[in-house]
């Protein structure tokens, strides 16, 4: 068996198609990769968003490899062997299992690497890896079956097809039972219940042998007894739902740097605390004493427990760090600009545009002279509107913020 | 007996390709002679346990071809070059034949010596290493013959083993079967009449599905003096076709 393993491991399209795969993985990995470079939990999940696109190529490749004995003419000699059709089967299937999981872990590995130089909370979730690769593997085993019972050349594209519109399609139920598929967008703040990868890995590979039962004529009438196991295995992971996923109260712990205003990030970002407070910090340099800014504190867009904290949005470089620009940006709005929860009234559109320019000089501190609403005033005078506008824009008060800019 | 078969027969929808055939060999080298369509390549699929009988009974080193464990156990012990032989081009000669092994579940151990043996014997060890869709037709066809005896078969059939070997490698192959035929039974199916007065201690004539006739080479030789042909084989061959069709 090892020989013939070897062989087939040599031999079979499953070599060739690794390139590709990692291609395709590298490209998926680089497109959004402030998703994943971040933390170690983003990494995790974006693993099963690759197998979107990942999981339709591997069926492809294993669906070739499935019809390859016909295609080739070498059904006769074969069926004239000792060996079990399951055994042979199995050699062949694993071309493509081996090199396709390889390949995942190649482009998860390079991920990891990145992730590693920027996450400082946790480590990998192994478990959401593995469940990642065991869906290769299932992916691989209805795609060379398939190919096996299909040995028709358009069969591999038609399938790749089929999967990626089967797989995407599940982006856009909420039926629980999506959730074993990789088109679910799995919320990047919640975390797993420690049973539900391994779950869905078992449920993975319990398909996979289903499928890959059906290949022996002895075999055949165990795969429905896998299947039955998968259905069993799926079904903890179907009622939980969106019920498997909580907040991790340790990674949404806050941490919080010195100073005034005090910037607070949670766990999960802790390791870019010091250059976003300093940043917030440089931002709102002189404006201590505006209300709403000096009593409160600064977090992350995501925060659940908000309560009296500012909420900070951090946006991302493409290392899933956060992006100081944004930061600046973010910061000189929460320092003055209108906070309401509907829409503006047209009369104090004026108001509201007025708050944007002071949000503006906030942030980027001009040299005067001064434009728009701010035109004619020093910077002492820009400092002390602002401080007594700021309270009001937080109230959304808008007659109290035009009276401001009103008064002489 | 290696080979006995009672009464087979066999048919492709509304044709009846072998029709209550009877045959038994035994040792040696027997060549399957017949027109086109005489059912020569459809016996030597059964033989090689790729298809089923319709009905009759074939059994094979004493195995029933029916009975799974049987065919099972048979297939260890069988060697079978088919008429258009598949291969996996990316292979390796001597993967190819390796695989083969491995299928027919010789033992691992005895693979590296029992590969090497059968690539000798074919004349292909300097071209072991060259990927299968590098050899020539001729060379394709012997690592086909080189996987049909990498077990060291007790029966091996042989459907056409000589199409797309020059005149040299076909005395060499005839050696050859001479040699399998010492310590095994050899079917070989072929319209070659000449590679079976050389190289066959047997002759069976098929014809419409049945055994028309069975004899010697010599047999066969003697059997069209005065008839047409260039050789006496291809007389006595052609002889013995029309008598049975008469």
Redesign the interface.
Known sequence: MNRALGIELRRGVGVWASVPLIAAGTAIALAHPRDWAGDWLGWGYYLRIMLIVVGPLVVAVAAWQGGRERRRGLVELLDSTSLSPLRRSLAAYASPAVWASLAFGVVAAAMGAVTATHSTYAGPPILLALSAVAAVVMFAALGFVAGRLLPWRGTAPLLAITTYVAVAATAYTDAPAAYLSPGVQLFFSDSPARWWAPTTAAVFLSVAAAALLLLGPRSRWLSPAALVLAVLLSQPVIRAGEDAFTVDAAAEALVCADGSPQVCLTQRHAGQLPEVAATVQQVLAGLEVAGPINEQRFGEEYLREQGTLNTLYLGADLNGQADLEVVREDAGNLAVQLRCDGPVDPPDDDAYSATFDMAAWVRDRPEPPYSGVLQGRSEQEVLTLIKAVAPAAARCDLKAVQGLLDAP | MSVRVDGLSLAYRKTRVLDKLDLSLDGGVHGLLGPNGAGKTTLV?VL???LPPHEGTVRLLGNDVTNRRER??L??R?G?L?Q????????TVR?FV???A????VP?AR?PAAVDDALERVDLTERADSRMRTLSGGMLRRAGIA?AIVNNPELLLLDEPTAGLDPEQRVGFRALLRALGQESTVVVSTHLVEDVASACSGVVLLDAGQVQWTGTADQLAAAGVDGVGDTPSERGYLALLRGARA
Do not use: D, H, I, S
């Not at chain 2, 258009?84 to 292979?91: A, E, I, S, V, W």
């Not at chain 2, 491995?102 to 579940?105: A, G, M």
């Open positions: 699929r090689a346990t790729v099972t156990e297939r260890r069988l079978y088919p258009q032989l598949g291969y996996f081009p990316g292979f993967e390796e695989y083969m491995w299928l027919k579940e691992a693979v996987q």
